[in-house]
């Protein structure tokens, strides 16, 4: 998987959860869905959404140093990487067909798609956000000067992988869940409706649209930067296929709604680490 895909580029929650309910409860076994994280490195993506965590305060004015130790033990226990593993297990269990996991599996498991995996789970798990996007950008301003292809077919990894109105409504609904549990277990006062909310949200539209197609382009570039450039292409190829743009839009719907349950777990439990605030 893209190393992105922690922040972008999932399905729209609201039709994943009308996938699910009209799938029937059939699915692959439980042994050849465990390959299937594993191969492809989806589980490590899941483990990796608890590093955003530290991003939840933000919603709400604070930092997650504000909390203290008990920030750290409450990340911990409310992003359980075996708990997050079992909901991916039970919703994948119920939605990913043969024939498309079969089909990322023989991808990822070859000698390219290893080494992408190997490079993408190294990415995903980095320490330092921050020194990540200094080197990506620089490697973008680079080919922007060089004038190289190689730029192009970044950007085709990263749209391949699903489409951006798609990754913004998820990630907003991310904030709306989180923002509504955290009113509800009265760690802020929100002074607006849920619609307001949402209409808020979606006035920033333009902002975050831009701030995410930087943020994926230079991700990629850092990712994928020991990669030739007939490597990037023949990943991009892999990707554009039918079936991989199945398998990731189910896999980043249920990436996002693992996130949205944990922040909304996350939210219910910071009253007993803060008194409440205005937001």
Not at 155 to 176: C, F, W
Request: hydrophobic share 45%; aromatic share 6%.
């Amino acid at each position: 998987m893209t190393a992105l895909l922690r922040s972008c580029v999932p399905v729209m929650l609201a039709a994943f959860y009308m996938a699910v309910a009209l799938v029937p409860a059939r699915a692959a076994d439980l042994d050849r869905l465990e390959a299937f994280l594993e191969v492809t490195g989806f589980d490590v993506a899941l483990e990796s959404i608890k590093l955003t965590a530290e991003t939840a305060p933000n919603m709400i004015g604070l930092e997650a140093d504000d909390f203290g130790a008990e920030w750290t033990r409450l990340v911990e226990d409310v992003f359980d990487v075996e708990q997050m593993h079992g909901m991916a297990l039970d919703i994948l269990s119920q939605t990913l067909e043969d024939d498309l996991l079969t089909h990322a599996v023989d991808f990822y498991a070859s000698d390219l798609g290893q080494r992408l995996v190997v490079a993408e789970n190294a990415s995903h798990m980095a320490e330092d956000d921050a020194l990540k996007t200094e080197a990506g950008e620089a490697i973008v301003a680079g080919l922007v000067r060089l004038g190289s292809p190689r730029l192009e077919e970044l950007k085709r990894l990263n749209n391949a992988t699903g489409s951006e109105d798609a990754s913004i409504r998820a990630i907003q609904e991310v904030q709306v869940r989180f923002l509504m549990a955290a009113a509800a277990a009265g760690v802020i006062e929100l002074q607006m409706e849920e619609a307001d909310l949402r209409e808020s949200l979606k006035a920033q539209e333009g902002e975050m649209r831009r701030n995410m197609q930087i943020s994926a382009l230079s991700g990629s570039a850092y990712t994928y930067q020991s990669f030739s450039d007939e490597d990037i292409t023949a990943y991009a190829d892999a990707l554009e296929h039918p079936k991989m743009k199945q398998v990731y839009e189910l896999m980043n719907a249920v990436q996002f709604e693992i996130m949205a349950n944990r922040y909304e777990a996350v939210a219910q439990r910071m009253s007993d680490l803060r008194p409440s605030q205005d937001l």
